[in-house]
């Protein structure tokens, strides 16, 4: 597997980091604060085709592959941008294989599509991604089948959460409901939809480590303890390369993820998994480590650092505990039940 991009995914990487750069600095991430969404920007990556890049060209979309895709979620997690690409992504891919050409259609032009990550119990989906915003929403109803949900608000009541996210929950008796697909196609369909943003979510992820590395790196040289500065001292340089090691190893992970899951593997589904879990640990550790550089001003609201860490640890728990994730991955190596 051959992980250098092509001249063309460069230039979208490239084009996609000076985009984020210039228009999503950390001022415009705090500024969306504390609902966690900025519409103005929303609109701005809907102009360049961001959520539907991965959607065929017949259809409206990009035409680009999940690795593509995946370029763009790495630039979300580095600017830890207030918009909600990956979930839309997903959504939106999973309308076009449903042919649900209206819904796409709308999404495509700018509505914010999402799924749920978690079952909805008693009648209602808890903590939508994107929920607090979404125009469409895709889940699972109680006998399989997928579900598109509209219920006519622009914005709904967002409980404050560690990561700032815009979610929320959706009373499915509340609203219009489309039926898109029934029985083993509809299941197959969603579990793909959810493998997808496992994926993309490794990729945020790894964007966020690389970010609070280079926010660690940049502090601890020109921080100073007993006139020297800190970067000198042996096991600060052993933490971060320990970091940068694994961010390596995380981002490998996820690009065989991106691929597997395009080529339709059959190991698709466990490398999700797997890279969704050690991105997600390996983004805690490095923000933690570079919050530990900055000593006590880490803590603090006006070093960007706390940015990265709450999102570290909170998108971390968007699927629920850990540990079921992890069993996941056993029952899928193994070919068990979970």
């Known amino acids: 597997m051959d992980l250098a991009l092509a001249e063309d995914q ?13 228009q999503c600095p950390t001022s415009r991430v705090r500024a969306a604060e504390p609902l966690g969404f900025d519409r103005e920007l929303w609109h701005e990556v809907v102009e360049m085709g961001l959520p539907a890049i991965a959607v065929p060209d017949e259809l409206g979309g990009g ?9 763009v979620a790495l630039e979300v997690g580095r600017h830890v941008a207030p918009v909600p690409l990956i979930e839309a992504s997903a959504a939106t891919n999973l309308l076009a294989r449903c042919g649900a050409t209206d819904l796409l259609g709308a999404a495509v032009d700018g509505a914010v599509a999402t799924i749920t990550l978690l079952a909805p119990e008693d009648g ?23 579900l598109a949900l509209r219920d006519g608000r622009s914005e709904r009541p967002s409980p404050s959460n560690l990561g700032t996210a815009p979610i929320a929950d959706w ?3 509340a609203c219009d409901t489309t039926v898109l697909a029934t029985g083993d196609a509809a299941t197959t369909a969603f579990t793909r939809a959810l493998d997808e943003w496992r994926a993309l979510q490794a990729m945020a992820q790894i964007g966020i480590a690389q970010r609070a ?11 100073r303890a007993f006139g020297v500065l800190v970067g000198w001292f042996q096991s600060v340089q052993h933490r971060l390369a320990e970091v940068a090691t694994r961010i390596e190893g995380a981002e490998l992970l996820a690009h065989e993820a991106l691929w597997a899951l395009d080529g339709d593997e059959p190991d698709a589904a466990a490398l999700a998994s797997m890279a969704f879990l050690f991105a997600s640990e390996t983004a805690y550790q490095s923000c933690s480590e570079s919050l530990q550089f900055h000593g006590g001003y880490g803590f603090t609201l006006e070093y960007d650092i706390q940015l990265y860490l709450r999102r570290a640890k909170a998108w971390s728990l968007a699927l629920g505990d850990p540990h079921a994730e992890h069993r996941r991955v056993a029952s899928l190596l193994l070919g068990v039940e979970a």
């Open 10 to 22: 460069q230039a979208l990487a490239d084009h996609l980091r000076a985009f984020m750069e210039k």
């Open 124 to 146: 209602v989906a808890r903590l939508v991604p994107a929920g607090a915003v979404a125009d469409i929403v895709l889940t699972l109803g109680d006998y399989g089948e997928l």
């Open 63 to 71: 035409g680009a592959s999940l690795e593509e895709l995946g370029l």
């Open 213 to 223: 590395l280079d926010l660690g790196v940049e502090y601890v040289k020109q921080r």
């Open 171 to 173: 009373d499915l008796g």
